[in-house]
Structure formats: structure tokens, C-alpha cells
């Protein structure tokens, strides 16, 4: 049964009654996902949210649809009357069926997946498309009559797409991510490559066509079954290719990829991207060219949007006069009173962005920082608004985190990945102090001592962070902590006799962060606490007289002419000497000691002092969990006091004066330490920016990211700075987000490596209508599908007095009567998830139906990924007769890690030998834990008297066989435990090469909250070989292949058995 969703005529591209609205485009980009009609007259593309049509004859472009959300992935029949795409007006992709001529657009599908349409059946009767609610993605198909889709292939990981029929019958097809969400990355060469392969469902034979180590992907099939696809064998290059006489065959010899080809159904012309453009390429002739397209534009992307100041401030700073306030939001600089209430935005330099700022002494001058070309660098300005931007610095390299000294004479910062610099405010001249491993990102802020005569940083040793201290007059450098776990965040006590600091004292805090870590603060020197019989003497020391003032001079004003100077210049106040600070290293940890709560974690310290009393924030989760600012008071001859200071889960302080100010959630509020109060500055005010500019400065931004961060200094042999511009010719032509990730996406791909990204959103791309499936738990029949397979083990209809059995009919759904000709997910799919599901079913042979209730789950692929891992651990039990232990870890998280553990302390301990399955794992960062446990050995026994003698430690794994499985899809943290297992020589290793797919990675933000991965850190094997390039590789090599998986067929779990066999003999 088909649901009519709208009707809409096909609209002519012509808009010239609106040109202030529409811009003509001489070159259209961005025009994707294109597809030819059976007869290669006319293409169908995806522009900018909305499918258009162009007449290859003619030229002339018609807009098809106007769907809230974004239309893509169309499809045209064989026999040339319908079109099939994918749409997101319910928030998630659906697939939709309308006449290619206009008409009545109907939804086909309705889980709240992904569905993306794929191909058609040679009938026309049958849309193909890639659906993620069992399993993250596989193959489904669905009539264009409506109905339930079915699925084509079975076993969870069966993740097929790019599918396409064959008028053999044959269904060719992909299997592999880096055909899939990873199809951008080009160079690829490991076990986890896409081949041209295909499978017969009706002879159940399979065939792979090509076994080229790189990538073939995108197979198109015509009606005479010439199949057609992408390489990128011959140049490294995405480019066409066919098969003749049964050869692979260039057709293209592109120094640019393309993308997605589709052949017409006549298999006259094969139509694909290239430059974001379509482009066909002409069977007969053997020649490419891009398609003309007509379109008129209405470019909106350069349209400004109102901003809020309040809540989006990311820096700031109190001028020296405490008059003033300079502040960051969105990338842009504002200026106002201390109140909030007159504020001025400055003019900084258009695309680009603003992410630091201090006042200079004068109280009139700014120092900030602001991007160029991507790289945070240093620039003044007057703060009226009056002059103009003054480079200080214009680097290739990030200059950022800067700190003042006490008067504002100084600063310091850090450029780069390896510079310590001071800058003289005044002749704003820069030095390079130290050079060392600081890292491009995961800073802390290097800060001056309270006296300016130490410069205090942080820099890695071994993955961890040390404390130095630089003295600025003799240039010497001193690590104060020198440990093998990090100390960070430090800052100085206002009295110069302590350094504050955050810590993990247990653990290093890598590869999985601080678990323990702590607020500590560190004596410079061996201090003790005052004494209480001196604070009594001091009673009855007689007060010092005061020195009687001279009389001030009075001055004859008619002696004094208006502007008259005094003869005589008023004297400086002398600067009180400041006491050099005293560092006494002998013993230096046995001063340290903790601050605050001795439950929870807490970081981010920082300190005020005022007399004898002091002040240390922090930021702690001991309560509940949350984390929130925090504060522990010390002073003499009083007990410590720990309180709550605000609900802010993170900080910053900035002191002008004897007045402190704290940022807070975006929003800047005057702290009273005293009374612990922080009252908001509310700064009403809006501005403007388009997205346009923002596009453009997060492009370089990020590119200047990956450039200063990413972990390869060559980059993998790529051209990174030929990288940029290439793509940046693009960005003129954007005029939605989804193509700018698109576009930063492909150029990330060029660089052949694991663990990038970027990704982003905004409210531009939201749509009014959203939808959520209720999974019930249950499994229906795939030709029946109201007809109850089983329940799913785990799920929420697998509970105590629920008696579904196979073959129960559903009838009802929430008391509303099911028409079985509908999608049965359409009564599963509402706005939002029930709390509760009433389902009423009938059972063959019973007289009356019964009704049960359930508690809606959001998806059952875990369920299902579960009841995988309990086939192979009963397969194991019953093949070894319970003699081998099997354990599976879906990831290296903690969770896993614990599950693991139990798992162990369960199962393994009462049998011989062990099977650790890390196939499909998706990594983590939990590989020494995992090692360091299957590491250990039995080296003594102990017994209670006349006891069973049981060996130390309880679980010596390592005493006992191990095989360790893995596959071309164990990734990243799964890679590095392989690596370390081999290197340890803890067992045999059974599988196929994994993934080379193992950079540890982290991410920076951008100026919309949009994000980039960071993959910073490389992993070696101990002889310096890269495991994101060679992979680990088995002791036993053994394939698991996709015909095997659809006849439950488990080879690699079978030869790790029978070698556990073989050594238990």
C-alpha cells in the first residue's frame, strides 16, 4: 500500500521576475549524485536540497522536486517512468517514489534509519536500497507498491551496499567501509579493498571479478549486463573501467577522481562526477564531457544571521583601569563598559576569526588573536574602534594561549608545536625561550611568576606532561616535576610559595585519560604552618608610630594659569623590590599535598590570596557525579573549608586589580570571592554574520589544523598545501553545509589515512518534521511480515510472562488494526517514542488474540550483534566440549574492557585454553589493560591448611593457550592489541591482515561549534614499522567470506579451535 505524501508539478529553473533573489551560474558545482534515463536522452542530479532534470538535447534544466530537507540518491526506472530517491523531510532519510513526468510523490519507506536508494530491478517493479535498523547498513529492497522492504542478505556483519542488479541475476556489489563511509579516502591498499564482485541469490553462486589490492567500487550494470565501474589502479586516481573479454579496462585516465557512475539502461552513455560537476562519457565515441547545466541560483549563503552575544563568549578580558570589558564571540570582537550596556563591535579583518584578547597597559590598546590563512597569529588595535589592525606576527604557525605579567610588560605564548616565546608589549618584539615537545593542541597556558622572573609551561615527555620553570634573566631551564604521569594545569600561588596543579598520581594519561586525577599544589620550599603562641605575642607587641605627613603645598590658582604645568614633575612612587623566589629541589615531592575532595575528580585550579587567606577553584565531579566549580579555603589556624562556588562545569578567571571576573557557560559575571557570588554581566546585544565567511575561515582553519598537527610529516606523500587550494576553487560555489563537508571531506581523503573527519551542523538544515521507530523486540517473517519470526534474546519483548511464539500474527498496534499491505514500520514510527507499545496478535489455532505490552527500545542492532557473539560462544562450547573459553570485544572502550574482565573471571578460569575474538572491533584505547591482563603468569600457590593449592594471581592467562582471532575490519585500538600480542608472544594469531586503520586521533572545534578529527599520534611496532601502513598480520592466515556468512559458515573460528585442540593434546 503506497502512502501519498504530495503532489508537485515539475517546475521550470527559470526565475527571471526575482533577479535581486537569484544569481545565474555560468558553472553549476555541486550538482551530485547524477543518473541517466534508459535512453541516456536526460540526467537526473541532486542541487543544492532539491532533483533536477535536464534534457540532454536541449539543455533545458527543470527543478523535479521541493521537499523540505534535502532530496538526493534518484534512481530512474528501466522502463523509464518512475523515480525513486532518497528524502529527508522526516529529519532521516526515506525513500520516495513519483512519476518521472510529475505527479504524486508517495514515501515507500519509514524507519528512522538511513535508507539511500541504490538501483533498480530490471522489471521496474523494485527499488534497492541501503537501510542501517539490523545491523549499521545492508541491502533492502522494497516494491514500488509498498509493502515491508525485506532484506536481501543475512548474518549481521553482511553490510552490502553499492548494490546493483545484473539481467544475469547476478547482484553485484560492495562489502567494505572504504567503499562505503569511507569511499572518499583514496590510496587505499589492505585486506578491507572493495571488489567487483557479485552473488546470485537463485543459484547461490558468488563471483569476484577483480583482485587488485586497492579499490573497485560503484559497479552500474546495462540492460546487456556490461558492467562498468571505478579503479583507481592505474594513477591513484578514481577513473571508469569495464570489463572486455573478461580484462579490466581503463575507459578514463583522469588526474581528478570521479565518483558514482551510472550507465543507462541502453548502455550508451555512463554518466558520473568529476570537479562536483556531471560529466558523460560517450561507449561509442570513448569520450568524457561535462554536462551544461542551465540553472539560476538564489545564492544564500552570504545572507547575514543575527547573533546573541550573551552565551557565546569564548574569551575575554577586564581592561587595567577596570572600566572596560573586551570580549570574544562567534569569532568576533566586541568592546563595552564594565556594565554591559555600550557595546561597540571592532572591525577585524573579514573571514577570519578571533579567538583571544587582552588589554594593554595603556588601557586603550587590544592585543589579540586572529586567524590567518587558518593560523592563529597576534594583531593590536585601538579598542574605540578609531585604528586599524596592526600585524604583530604573521606565521605559519599557531601563536596562541597568551599571558601577562603582572604590570603588562610582557607576554608569553606558544607558537608552533615546539616554541616557548616572550613578547615585549612595548616594542611588541618576540623571543623564542625554549624549544620543546609541546604539542600543536592539548596545551596548558604558560604563565609568568608572580615577580616575572619565571616563565612556567608544560611540555611532554613520554606522552605526559612535566612542569618546567624558565628563568628569564640566566636562561635556564628547570624540569620541576620530572615524573612518568602528567602534572598540568598549573599555576602559581599569588605569594609565590606554591605551584598548583592537576594530576593522575596512579596513572598516565594515555592512551585513556586521568581516571584519578586531582588538585595538588606543590611548596617551592620547606614551608610550615604559623604558630599560634606567635600570633599571641604579637598582642602585645606597642603599635609603630606613624611618620607625620609633610603639609601639602597648596598652589595660588591666580598664580596658575589654566593648563599650567607645576615647575616641578610629581616624583614616581619607587617600585617595591620584588624578593626572588626560592626553589629548593632536595625532596621536592615529599611538600606535595592534595586540595579538595578525596572522591571524584577534579581539575582546572586556580588561586586567590588575600592576606593570610587563600582561595583554590577547581572543577570537581564528587557530587553526583557533575561537574561542577568548586572551591577549598585555607587559612590559618582554621580547619580547610571545601564549598561550592557556581554550577559552572568549566572556567576562566581573569583578575584586574583587587576585582576578579569568571566566564562561565558564554557569559562573563563579576565574582565577589568574599561573599562566593557571581553576579551576570547581561550584554544585550546582536550581530551579524553569514555563513559564507564562516565556511571560508573554518576551510583554512582546519586545513591549518591538519597541516600543524597531522601525525606524518610528509602526509602520506601528499601535497597538503596543493591539497588546499585545489579544493578552495570550490568554495565560491558553495551554498549549502552539506557540501562544504562534503568538500572538506574529499580533501582529507587524499591523504590515505584513518581517523579524519569533519563534521558540522546547523540550524539552516533543520526541518519541521521528525521521526522515531519504537523496535518492539520482535523479528517478523521477511515474506510474511506480520508474522512473528522470534524474539530477540536481550530485547524488551524478551522479558519473564511475554509469550510470543513464531508464527503469531500481528493485528493491532496500539489498538489501531494493521493493514498488512502497509510498511509495518509505518505504525512503529511516530514524532517521538512512546514510553509503552500495546501490541495485540493472533495465534494459528487459537480462538481469541491476546495483547501484550513491551517497552519500545531504539534500535535492536546491538541485540542482534549479541546474539551473533552467543552463536559462536555455544559453537565454541560445543565443539571444544566446553574445553575452550571464547571471548568477544566489539570495541577497546571501557565498558568492553570490564565486560572482558568478567567474562574472564566466569568462563575462562574453569576451562583450558582461551579464544579472544577481536574481529569487527572498532577500537578504542584500552590495549594495555587487555594485554597487562592476558600477560599474566602463575608464580606461586597458596592454600588454606589442609586446602586446595591455588596459584598466584588468580588468573594467569598466560599459562594457558591463546589464539587471538582477527580480521580486515579489527581497527584501530584493536590493531594496536594485535601488535602487542605478537610482540609478547602470548599465543597464535588466526584471521586475515586487520584494516590499517590505527592513528590515535583527538579534535579541535571550530568557530559554529563544527569539528575536525585530529589523527596526531602514530603507532609503530617496536622495529618502526607503521601500523596505519602494514596492518598486522596472522601466524595463520584464514578468509571468513561472504558466502560463508550467509551459510553460517565460521572458517576462522573453526582453525582457531582445532589449533587450541592440537596443543590441549
Known amino acids: 500500500m503506497l502512502k501519498p505524501f504530495f503532489s508537485v508539478p515539475i517546475f521550470t529553473a527559470i526565475y527571471a521576475f526575482i533577479p535581486l533573489l537569484s544569481v545565474a551560474q555560468s558553472e553549476v558545482h555541486f550538482a551530485t549524485h547524477p543518473t541517466l534515463s534508459p535512453d541516456a536522452s536526460a540526467i537526473v542530479f541532486a542541487y543544492e536540497s532539491d532533483l533536477w532534470k535536464t534534457d540532454l538535447g536541449t539543455g533545458l534544466t527543470t527543478r523535479i522536486t521541493a521537499m523540505q530537507g534535502s532530496e538526493s540518491h534518484p534512481r530512474i526506472s528501466p522502463d523509464g517512468k518512475w523515480l525513486a530517491f532518497s528524502g529527508t523531510e522526516n529529519g532521516n532519510s526515506d525513500v520516495y517514489l513519483m512519476p ?297 604557525q599557531s601563536n596562541r594561549q597568551i599571558s601577562f605579567n603582572k604590570d603588562r610588560t610582557l607576554g608569553v605564548y606558544l607558537s608552533g608545536r615546539n616554541e616557548v616565546r616572550t613578547i615585549d608589549l612595548k616594542t611588541k618584539e618576540s623571543t623564542t625561550i625554549v624549544k620543546d615537545e ?261 576551510y583554512y582553519e582546519a586545513w591549518a589544523g591538519v597541516e600543524e598537527n597531522f601525525y606524518n610529516e610528509t602526509f602520506h606523500g601528499a601535497d597538503w598545501k596543493v591539497l588546499r587550494d585545489r579544493y578552495a576553487k570550490f568554495l565560491p560555489f558553495l551554498n549549502r553545509r552539506e557540501d562544504f563537508r562534503t568538500l572538506f571531506n574529499d580533501m582529507l581523503g587524499e591523504l590515505n589515512a584513518s581517523h579524519l573527519g569533519f563534521y558540522s551542523n546547523g540550524k539552516e538544515e533543520d526541518v519541521f518534521y521528525k521521526s522515531q521507530t519504537m523496535e518492539s523486540g520482535i523479528l517478523f517473517d521477511t515474506q510474511r511480515p506480520y508474522v512473528v519470526e522470534r524474539v530477540v534474546k536481550r530485547s524488551a519483548a524478551d522479558k519473564h510472562g511475554k509469550k510470543i511464539l513464531p508464527g503469531d500474527v500481528l493485528t493491532h498496534v496500539n489498538g489501531l488494526a494493521v493493514d498488512t499491505l502497509q510498511n509495518r514500520d509505518f505504525y512503529f514510527t511516530k514524532p517521538s517514542t512512546d514510553t509503552e507499545l500495546e501490541l495485540s496478535f493472533r495465534r494459528k489455532g487459537a480462538d481469541t488474540a491476546y495483547t501484550v505490552r513491551v517497552h519500545p527500545q531504539g534500535s535492536l542492532s546491538g541485540n542482534l550483534y549479541d546474539e551473533w557473539m552467543d552463536w559462536n560462544q555455544k559453537y565454541v562450547d560445543d565443539k571444544s566440549k566446553n574445553r575452550i573459553a571464547y571471548v568477544h570485544m566489539k570495541d577497546m572502550g571501557l565498558g568492553q574492557y570490564d565486560k572482558f574482565v568478567q567474562d574472564m573471571t566466569r568462563d575462562w578460569y574453569k576451562k583450558d585454553a582461551l579464544i579472544l575474538d577481536l574481529r569487527y572491533n572498532t577500537g578504542g584505547n584500552v590495549h594495555d589493560l587487555v594485554l597487562n591482563f592476558l600477560a599474566q603468569k602463575p608464580y606461586l600457590q597458596w592454600k588454606y591448611r589442609e586446602g586446595a593449592l591455588t596459584p598466584q594471581p588468580n588468573f594467569g592467562v598466560a599459562a594457558k593457550p591463546i589464539v587471538l582471532l582477527i580480521n580486515e575490519q579489527s581497527l584501530s585500538d584493536a590493531e594496536m592489541t594485535a601488535t602487542g600480542f605478537k610482540a609478547l608472544k602470548l599465543g597464535k594469531i588466526i584471521g586475515t591482515e586487520t584494516y590499517r586503520w590505527i592513528i590515535f586521533t583527538s579534535g579541535k572545534g571550530l568557530v559554529d561549534g563544527s569539528f575536525y578529527r585530529l589523527p596526531a599520534w602514530g603507532c609503530y611496532t617496536l622495529d618502526g614499522k607503521n601500523i596505519e601502513k602494514e596492518g598486522t598480520t596472522p601466524d595463520i592466515y584464514v578468509k571468513q567470506t561472504f558466502t560463508d556468512r550467509l551459510t553460517d559458515k565460521d572458517p576462522q573460528l573453526d582453525k582457531a579451535i582445532e589449533e587450541i585442540l592440537k596443543d590441549l593434546k
Open 438 to 698: 609541546l604539542w600543536g593542541f592539548y596545551n596548558d597556558s604558560p604563565r609568568f611568576s608572580p615577580n616575572s622572573e619565571y616563565v612556567m609551561f608544560t611540555t611532554y615527555r613520554n606522552f605526559e606532561k612535566d612542569i618546567f620553570l624558565h628563568h628569564l634573566k640566566k636562561n635556564e631551564t628547570i624540569n620541576l616535576t620530572n615524573t612518568g604521569i602528567s602534572e598540568g594545569e598549573p599555576v602559581w600561588s599569588p605569594d609565590s610559595k606554591y605551584i598548583y596543579f592537576s594530576s593522575d598520581r596512579l596513572n598516565p594519561s594515555y592512551p585513556f585519560g586521568p581516571r584519578k586525577q586531582k588538585v595538588y599544589r606543590l611548596a617551592l620550599t620547606k614551608l610550615e604552618d604559623p604558630y599560634r603562641l606567635e600570633k599571641f605575642e604579637e598582642l602585645f607587641k606597642p603599635e609603630e608610630k606613624k611618620k607625620d605627613a609633610e603639609p601639602e603645598k597648596k598652589v595660588d590658582d591666580k598664580k596658575k594659569k589654566k593648563g599650567q604645568k607645576d615647575d616641578k614633575p610629581k616624583a614616581e612612587k619607587p617600585k617595591k623590590e620584588e624578593k626572588p623566589i626560592e626553589i629548593d629541589l632536595t625532596d621536592i615531592w615529599e611538600r606535595m599535598e592534595q586540595v579538595g575532595p578525596s572522591y571524584g575528580q577534579q581539575g582546572t585550579p586556580a588561586v586567590i590570596q588575600k592576606d593570610a587567606k587563600t582561595y583554590v577553584y577547581y572543577i570537581s565531579d564528587h557530587q553526583e557525579g557533575n561537574d561542577k566549580l568548586w572551591r577549598s579555603i585555607y587559612e590559618p589556624f582554621q580547619k580547610t573549608k571545601t564549598e561550592k562556588a557556581d554550577d559552572a562545569d568549566e572556567y576562566e578567571l581573569v583578575q584586574t586589580g583587587d576585582k576578579y571576573y569568571i566566564l562561565t557557560d558564554g557569559k562573563i559575571k563579576k565574582f565577589n570571592y568574599e561573599t562566593n557570588k557571581a553576579d551576570e554581566v547581561e550584554i544585550n546585544h546582536t550581530f551579524r554574520r553569514s555563513l559564507e565567511e564562516e565556511f571560508r575561515q573554518m
Open 100 to 396: 518521472i513526468e510529475g505527479g504524486s510523490i508517495q514515501q515507500l519507506t519509514h524507519h528512522s534509519t538511513y535508507d539511500l536508494v541504490e538501483a533498480w530491478s530490471w522489471d521496474s517493479q523494485t527499488i534497492y536500497f541501503e537501510s542501517g535498523p539490523q545491523n549499521g547498513g545492508t541491502t533492502f529492497a522494497v516494491s514500488i507498491k509498498g509493502g515491508t522492504p525485506r532484506r536481501l542478505f543475512k548474518h549481521y556483519f553482511n553490510r552490502t551496499h553499492n548494490i546493483v542488479e545484473s539481467p544475469t541475476g547476478e547482484f553485484f556489489f560492495n562489502d567494505t567501509w572504504e567503499s562505503d563511509q569511507q569511499a572518499m579516502r583514496k590510496g587505499y591498499k589492505g585486506d578491507f579493498n572493495p571488489d567487483i564482485q557479485s552473488y546470485n541469490p537463485k543459484t547461490n553462486a558468488y563471483k569476484k571479478y577483480t583482485e587488485y589490492r586497492g579499490k573497485d567500487m560503484w559497479a552500474t550494470v546495462d540492460r546487456n549486463a556490461n558492467v562498468f565501474f571505478v579503479s583507481d589502479e592505474a594513477n591513484g586516481e578514481y577513473n571508469l573501467y569495464t570489463f572486455l573479454n573478461g580484462q579490466k579496462t581503463a575507459l578514463t585516465s583522469f588526474k581528478e577522481s570521479i565518483k558514482r557512475p551510472q550507465v543507462s539502461a541502453d548502455g550508451r552513455k555512463v554518466v558520473f562526477e568529476k570537479d562536483y560537476q556531471p560529466w558523460i562519457y560517450d561507449v561509442a565515441t570513448k569520450t568524457s564531457a561535462p554536462v551544461k547545466l542551465n540553472i539560476v541560483r538564489n545564492f544564500t549563503l552570504s545572507k547575514g544571521q543575527d547573533f546573541k552575544v550573551n552565551g557565546n563568549i569564548s574569551a575575554f578580558d577586564v581592561a587595567p583601569d577596570n572600566k572596560k570589558l573586551a570580549f570574544v564571540a562567534r569569532g568576533e570582537l566586541f568592546v563595552s563598559d564594565l556594565e554591559g550596556k555600550f557595546v561597540k563591535q571592532l572591525k577585524t579583518t573579514p573571514n577570519e576569526r578571533v579567538l583571544e584578547v587582552k588589554w594593554l597597559a595603556d588601557t586603550m590598546t587590544l592585543l589579540i588573536g586572529q586567524t590567518v590563512g587558518g593560523y592563529q597569529n597576534w594583531f593590536t588595535m585601538r579598542a574605540d574602534g578609531k585604528g586599524v589592525l596592526t600585524p604583530i606576527t604573521k606565521e605559519a
